[in-house]
């Protein structure tokens, strides 16, 4: 199935990026979210992302310009029926996506694929609230999306071969490398990582090391590119909460208990970089 035209459901980091390299790839990108505003400002961030890679001659301006003119803003209702294939990327909270899936699901026509960007949520779960679960599918993106060449591709229980092929062949038109994953907690990514950096917050919540000791460990020691405080920051540390709270939930296992560290900057509104304030200070 040739997929000409994405919609694009959701303005944040991962929509931003997800937008961005589907127009870098020559697909037409249809860009909804609740607000025009927060559109609108998501295509001023792929633009100051495009003049940068201009700047440094990677892009030329007249690819820019094309690349620029694939994303469109579009209403839900109106436009979603223009769509090709459909993904949304909006917070990870399973009652805002599914209502989201299933408002989805009674606006587009029934051969177009509908994908969850879901870091951690049962698609399984998710495919149930729409008539088409065997058109529903996960395509988690990493972070920064245009950087990053993994995409997990999870079926739902009732996903269709041709739906996880199509997709398939989607992430790497995107330039992307697709891993076929099972519909577990986490997948694979989430389930390594977080219960990393979950315990990386207990080492500082102990008194074992200061957040800058910890990165410099696992920086230098483990050879990561960075530390997994850092990383908890650049993330989100909300979202790394909210996943931690998927998987003990899910497997109602005590190695997944979410630090209590990590519940009270979130309760404080430190929630990283996009709050200012994690583990770290930032500004600008």
Request: hydrophobic share 45%; net charge negative.
């Amino acid at each position: 199935m040739a997929i000409g035209t994405v919609m694009v459901v959701g303005a944040g980091q991962m929509g931003k990026g997800i937008a961005q390299v589907a127009a870098e790839a020559g697909i037409a990108v249809l860009w909804n979210d609740v607000s025009s505003d927060l559109v609108s400002q998501g295509i001023a961030f792929v633009s100051d992302r495009l003049e940068r890679s201009v700047a440094k001659g990677k892009l030329s301006p007249e690819e820019m310009d094309a690349v620029l003119s694939r994303i469109q803003p579009a209403m839900l209702k109106e436009q979603a029926v223009k769509a090709d294939f459909v993904i949304e990327a909006i917070t990870e909270n399973m009652d805002l996506k599914a209502s989201l899936l299933s408002k989805l699901d009674a606006i587009i026509p029934s051969h177009v694929i509908l994908a969850t960007n879901t870091s951690s949520l049962p698609v399984t779960e998710l495919a149930a609230t729409t008539k088409r679960p065997a058109m529903v599918i996960g395509m988690h993106f990493m972070n920064p999306v245009p950087v990053m060449p993994l995409v997990e591709v999870i079926r739902g229980l009732d996903t269709s071969q041709q739906t996880f092929e199509t997709v398939c062949g989607l992430a790497k038109a995107m330039g992307k490398v697709p891993v076929e994953v099972n519909d577990y907690p986490g997948f694979v990514s989430n389930r390594i990582l977080m219960p990393m950096i979950n315990e990386a917050v207990f080492t500082v919540f102990e008194g074992v090391a200061s957040p800058e000791a910890v990165d410099q460990v696992m920086k230098l020691g483990m050879h990561h590119p960075m530390g997994p405080l850092e990383l908890a920051d650049f993330i989100g540390l909300d979202t790394c909460l909210a996943i931690m709270e998927v998987l003990y939930d899910g497997y109602k296992d005590p190695k997944y208990r979410p630090c209590p560290l990590l519940r009270q900057y979130v309760k404080a509104g430190r929630l990283g970089r996009k709050s200012g304030q994690g583990f770290y200070r930032y500004s600008g």
